[in-house]
């Protein structure tokens, strides 16, 4: 069965970094899209960013350009979310999200759990 397992959140102080893991297994995972979507304590479901199956494009969501980058590495099942310059707007349970082309088509069909960021000093 397809499962997508987030690790890599935690405490980080405005300014700060983390690295955020998803670990992808049952599936075929260089022949689809992955994204990253976070959701903050009393809001709705934000996209963050996604990447083609092989890599070669990568999208983002305004309030992250500059400072997220998505990436993954086929070889290990793994999609990553490096942030950097993190604000305590950037606080949010984050969960990764297997597209259902190899394309970035924003719909999707397997989520994870999620994995907590938290930014504050």
């Known amino acids: 069965q397809v499962q997508l397992v987030e690790s890599g959140g935690g405490l980080a102080q405005p300014g700060g970094s983390l690295r955020l893991s998803c670990a992808a297994s049952?599936?075929?995972?260089?022949?689809?899209?992955m994204s990253w979507a976070r959701q903050a304590p009393g809001k709705g479901l934000e996209w963050v960013s996604g990447?083609?199956?092989?890599?070669?494009?990568?999208y983002y969501a305004y309030s992250v350009e500059g400072r997220f980058t998505i990436s993954r590495d086929n070889a290990k099942n793994t999609e990553y979310l490096q942030m950097n310059s993190l604000k305590p707007d950037d606080t949010a349970l984050y969960y990764c999200?297997?597209?259902?082309?190899?394309?970035?088509?924003?719909?999707?069909?397997?989520w994870g759990q999620g994995t907590q960021v938290t930014v504050s000093s």
């Open positions: 999200a297997k597209d259902v082309e190899g394309y970035v088509s924003r719909s999707y069909d397997y």
């Open positions: 049952g599936f075929t995972f260089s022949s689809y899209a």
């Open positions: 990447i083609y199956s092989d890599g070669s494009n990568t």
